[in-house]
């Protein structure tokens, strides 16, 4: 299910992917990103491109979609953890508000089916 939620967030243009550790944080946008998985690794973007990153479907242990309050808006994200509850990657929708800060409906309504089709929490 892990590389079905992944594929299906990026179909969805706009979507930041991130990955962070304590020394780097690796962004790539969703737009046009491949996705194939070769036994446990994940990957996402072209080996050949300039961006891509490998994901050891292995540690991620869980997933979820999370509506965070920030002071002028609401952020839209989906975040992946180990068996630690540490965040492994984030997937985090980006352009869902207009120059007048106002919510998009049509980038809501993207986040909410894939959160009615996966459920706010999922273990893998």
Not at 51 to 77: L, V, W
Request: with cysteine; proline share 2%.
């Amino acid at each position: 299910m892990l590389f079905e939620l992944l594929s299906d967030i990026l179909k969805i243009d706009d979507v930041l992917i991130i990955t962070k550790n304590i020394g780097a944080i690796c962004e790539i946008r969703s737009n046009s990103l491949t996705i194939r998985q070769k036994e446990q690794w994940i990957t996402i973007g072209d080996n050949d491109g300039p961006a891509h990153i490998h994901i050891n479907s292995k540690i991620i242990k869980s997933a979820e979609f999370i509506q965070e309050e920030k002071p002028d808006r609401i952020s839209f994200s989906v975040r992946f953890f180990d068996e630690n509850k540490d965040r492994v990657i984030a997937a985090f929708f980006t352009k869902m508000y207009d120059a007048s800060k106002h919510l998009i409906p049509m980038r809501k309504e993207l986040y909410d089916s894939l959160n009615q089709k996966y459920s706010s929490k999922i273990n893998f």
